[in-house]
Nanobody, 127 residues
C-alpha cells in the first residue's frame, strides 16, 4: 500500500504564488509517476501537472503552462507543485495521485490511471 500526504494550499490573492507538496510512503515502485489534479464542486477532476520519477519528465495542462512547475525529490519520494501568478480560476481542491505503472509518454492525464490519492488540499484565489 502507498500513502500520500499533501501539504500547502490556502487563501491567496490573484497574482500570488503558492507551493503544494506531496510525500509518498509505503511500498512505492521504482517506476512511478506522480501528478496533481484539481476539482471544483460539481465538476470532474482535471489533470494539472505530472512528473515521472525515473527521468523527471514533466507534463502540464495548457491552462497552467508557464505558471506552474512540478519537481521531484526522489530520495524523499516527494513532488512539489510551484504555482505562480495564480488566478481565480485556479481555485479548487488539489489532489496528489500516484500511478505505479510506467507510462512511456509521460504522466497520464486520466484520473483512472492513478491508484493512490491524497486527501486533497484547498487552494482559494480571491481578492
Amino acid at each position: 500500500q502507498v500513502q500520500l500526504a499533501e501539504s500547502g494550499g490556502g487563501l491567496v490573492q490573484p497574482g500570488d504564488s503558492l507551493r503544494l507538496s506531496c510525500a509518498a510512503s509505503g511500498r512505492t515502485s521504482v517506476e512511478y509517476t506522480m501528478a496533481w489534479f484539481r476539482q471544483v464542486a460539481g465538476k470532474e477532476r482535471e489533470f494539472v501537472a505530472g512528473i515521472r520519477r525515473s527521468d523527471g519528465r514533466q507534463s502540464y495542462a495548457e491552462s497552467v503552462k508557464a505558471r506552474f512547475t512540478i519537481t521531484r525529490d526522489n530520495p524523499r519520494n516527494t513532488v512539489t507543485l510551484q504555482m505562480n501568478n495564480l488566478k481565480s480560476e485556479d481555485t479548487a481542491t488539489y489532489y496528489c495521485g500516484l500511478d505505479s505503472g510506467f507510462k512511456a509518454l509521460g504522466a497520464s492525464t486520466y484520473e483512472s490511471d492513478y491508484e493512490y490519492w491524497g486527501q486533497g488540499t484547498q487552494v482559494t484565489v480571491s481578492s
